[in-house]
C-alpha cells in the first residue's frame, strides 16, 4: 500500500484483511462485471476500469503485489 508518515499510520485504522474471493465480489456487484470479464483480454473501459478497481482494492487490502494480483485473477 501507499506509505503514510509515522503520525499519520498512528491516526489511521489499519485495513482489515479480506479475502481476494471477497474483494473479487464486491468489484463484480458494484460494476456490475462477472469474473470471467475481469479475467478476459478485453480493454474495454466498461471492464478495464473493474479490473483497475479490483487491483487497487487487493493492493490495498492484501498487500500484494500486481503480479500476484494478477496470477489471481488468472
Same mark, same amino acid.
Given at each position: %500500500?501507499?506509505? @503514510? %508518515? !509515522?503520525? #499519520?499510520?498512528q491516526l489511521a485504522p489499519p485495513l482489515p484483511e @479480506? !479475502?481476494? &474471493?471477497?474483494i473479487l465480489r464486491h468489484v463484480e456487484r458494484a460494476f %456490475?462485471?462477472? &469474473?470471467?470479464d475481469l479475467?478476459?483480454?478485453r480493454r474495454h473501459w466498461r471492464v478495464a476500469h473493474p479490473r483497475q478497481a479490483l487491483y487497487l482494492l487487493a493492493s490495498e487490502y492484501l498487500a500484494w503485489? @500486481? !503480479?500476484? #494480483?494478477?496470477a489471481a485473477i488468472g
Open positions: %500500500g501507499r506509505e @503514510l %508518515g !509515522p503520525r #499519520i499510520k @479480506l !479475502p481476494f &474471493a471477497t %456490475g462485471v462477472t &469474473a470471467v479475467k478476459s483480454l503485489s @500486481l !503480479p500476484r #494480483i494478477g
